[in-house]
């Protein structure tokens, strides 16, 4: 049973040997699953040296799925920490985990089994993975594999246990959800800024880029901004306030000033660039009162460093 329990809700349950529950960030989407009855996994045990990567042979029902959760700024470690003490929580011991360096880097990402693109994205530069079993005789086996891009978090689960049937999954959630509180707009339809928008309210504009020192946002395209600009086009009453965000570098007052020009910068941008009507926008900027990682890291001030899109309708 494998449950990231930091993260929003969004619940699927499995009746079958193989998985209980998985709870995942709201806003993550499936995009692949694979389900045998009677099928074999080699389950990653040790680091690729060059030339080969120790692995076991599982037999069982073997369940594989790859999920996208677009517009987070998490970090792949972050990401696998909720992952990692759920299985723990679940009374699995952790046969090996390793990071980008330490599991092989290349060797390993290409001799071990990886859904493919554009379902799971492998950033060879920045991935996580980890391998666990339940002891004894349990033939339960389980591993999660993390990364992500500049704009989204992808994480693949691959979970074998007894041999047997693999019923299609129930989908629920952490509250039960009656036809008023349901959204009108239909998830598939939204794309993954209106899927963040409309079940978590914000979306982390995770690629954009300004330039150094400034608040001036950098030239060029960001499929951000492409994806905010139509959510907002085809939902003319919804309006977003863009909320800039820094690290806790320099006194409050001048980080809560740069992050309200970038905010301001990126407004100006979808206003030009991409035609959204100024009415459904305002920029606001925080400083560094809203952090999504520690500041003590180069890697948490980077991601601290970033605008959000809030959405402020309420009907």
């Known amino acids: ?43 990653p045990i040790g680091a690729h040296n060059g030339d080969v990567m120790p692995t076991i042979r599982t037999e069982g029902a073997v369940l594989t799925r790859a999920y996208r959760i677009g517009g987070t700024g998490q970090s792949s470690y972050q990401i696998m920490l909720g992952f990692r003490q759920q299985l723990i929580d679940d009374g699995y011991d952790i046969l090996f985990e390793c990071d980008e360096d330490s599991c092989g880097g290349y060797d390993f990402r290409f001799d071990t089994d990886v859904v493919h693109e554009p379902e799971m994205h492998v950033d060879l530069g920045d991935f996580m993975f980890l391998s666990a079993h339940v002891p004894g005789d349990s033939g339960m086996f389980a591993s999660v594999l993390v990364s992500r891009s500049a704009s989204a978090g992808y994480i693949q689960v ?12 129930t989908v629920t959630s952490s509250k039960a959800e009656t036809p008023e509180t349901q959204t009108a707009v239909p998830q598939e339809a939204l794309g993954d800024v209106g ?91 925080i400083g560094y009162l809203s952090p999504l990682a520690s500041n003590q890291s180069d890697e948490g001030r980077t991601f601290n460093r970033r605008v959000e899109a809030i959405l402020v309708t309420t009907d």
Request: net charge negative.
């Open 1 to 43: 049973m494998i449950r990231p329990a930091p993260f929003a809700l969004a619940c699927l349950w499995l009746a079958s040997p193989v998985a209980a529950e998985v709870l995942l960030p709201s806003g993550a989407a499936l995009r692949f699953e694979e389900r045998e009855t009677g099928g074999t996994y080699d389950l």
């Open 158 to 169: 691959i979970e074998v246990g007894p041999r047997g049937e693999l019923p299609d999954p």
């Open 195 to 285: 899927q963040a928008m409309e079940s978590v309210g914000r979306y982390v504009l995770t690629d954009l880029r300004f330039e150094t020192g400034s608040s001036a946002l950098g030239d060029g395209t960001y499929d951000s901004l492409t994806d905010l600009a139509a959510y907002l086009k085809s939902h003319p009453t919804r309006r977003v306030a863009l909320v800039g965000h820094t690290d806790a570098e320099g006194p409050l007052s001048a980080n809560i000033a740069i992050s309200k020009r970038r905010a301001t910068s990126v407004l100006e941008r979808l206003v030009t660039a991409h035609g959204v009507p100024s009415s459904q926008l305002e920029a606001e900027g």
